[in-house]
Nanobody, 114 residues
Framework: QVQLVESGGGLVQPGGSLRLSCAAS????????MNWYRQTPGKQRELVAA???????YYADSVKGRFTISRDNAKNTVYLQMNSLKPEDTAVYYC????????WGQGTQVTVSS
């Protein structure tokens, strides 16, 4: 069964931190890479971070140095540690794989506001 379940979002003040989790079914988690995306109303979904099978990582310039992606292969879970959050990080965050699973979870809302 294809499954992607994101969690960990919430309301946080600027400068704060959150850790997102994405639990994936094994058939998705074993693919080439796991990725975090985010989307705001009226905008296209953008790739935020990726972790290739192993430890190679990629970050969008807007989050480099603030976000860290990691994976727990035993739990089929990928994480996104977000530090020094800014209001412009406000979005719904989703995870997916490369190649794409063809499925989007419900996402998790991150709101950065004072």
């Amino acid at each position: 069964q294809v499954q992607l379940v994101e969690s960990g979002g919430g309301l946080v003040q600027p400068g704060g931190s959150l850790r997102l989790s994405c639990a994936a079914s094994g058939s998705i988690f074993s693919r080439y890479a796991m990725n975090w995306y985010r989307q705001t109303p009226g905008k296209q979904r953008e790739l935020v971070a990726a972790i290739i099978r192993g430890s190679t990582t990629y970050y969008a310039d807007s989050v480099k140095g603030r976000f860290t992606i990691s994976r727990d292969n035993a739990k089929n879970t990928v994480y996104l540690q977000m530090n020094s959050l800014k209001p412009e990080d406000t979005a719904v965050y989703y995870c997916d794989s490369t190649p794409p699973s063809g499925y989007w979870g419900q996402g998790t809302q991150v709101t950065v506001s004072s």
